[in-house]
């Protein structure tokens, strides 16, 4: 009896307890970090206690900033691999595509080369945009915490990466990470269309199922 008393609350607590999401992007469970009480694990799944290795990464301030944030390397290599898989499926990019193809897309090229620098599709040269009367070239998939205005590349640290379009708007070719993303800016966090995020969080699912 008394141990049955004793579970009972125990087990309520499980029920009742909500959990914490960040404000800028409900997704994104808050936890406290089990080996630091200072610290916060960030998370897309809602299991508790979170798996570190899956996690988004870490945090000492609420909001997450670019100087309190550390990236779990880990997740980035997962976040890489379904991109890499699906992120030409994604109908926001496939839209972005054919925008972009139309006759005038090549604004699109124009404004990337008063935006940046750099060469390729993770630059911000002439070469990496897609241009309108059936110039191909390059798309870029950007994060959602700060759309770029239409007809403008986003900001580096906002590109998660691109793929090669033809000069009808097709996606042609693989996705291509930029190596300049960054989890975490002073705009927000981690911001991925419907669609991505729920490849993602499939995913992680999968790898926390093999845990």
């Avoid at 206690?49 to 779990?72: D, E, R």
């Avoid at 191909?136 to 998939?141: I, Q």
């Amino acid at each position: 009896m008394l141990a049955a008393r004793l579970l009972k609350p125990s087990r309520l607590r499980g029920v009742t307890r909500s959990l914490s999401t960040l404000s800028s992007n409900p997704s994104i469970k808050v936890f406290q970090d089990p080996l630091n009480p200072n610290v916060h694990l960030l998370s897309l799944l809602p299991t508790t206690p979170p798996n570190p290795a899956l996690a988004i990464g870490t945090t000492t301030t609420l909001p997450p900033t670019p100087n309190s944030f550390q990236s779990n390397t880990h997740f980035l290599s997962i976040l890489d691999e379904v991109l890499a898989q699906h992120a030409a499926e994604d109908p926001s990019l496939k839209s972005q595509a054919q925008a972009f193809a139309s006759p005038g897309g090549l604004n699109f090229v124009q404004a990337r080369t008063q935006r940046g620098t750099g060469t390729g599709p993770g630059g911000a040269s002439a070469e990496g945009g897609a241009g309108g009367a059936g110039v191909g070239g390059w798309v870029h998939l950007s994060d959602t915490r700060n759309p770029p205005d239409f007809g403008r590349i986003a900001w580096p640290e906002d590109i998660l990466g691109s793929v090669e379009v033809d000069g009808k708007g097709e996606i042609i070719g693989n996705y291509q990470s930029s190596g300049t993303y960054r989890v975490v800016t002073n705009e927000g966090i981690l911001g991925l269309s419907p669609f991505l995020q729920e490849k993602l969080i499939a995913r992680l699912r999968e790898e926390e199922s093999k845990s």
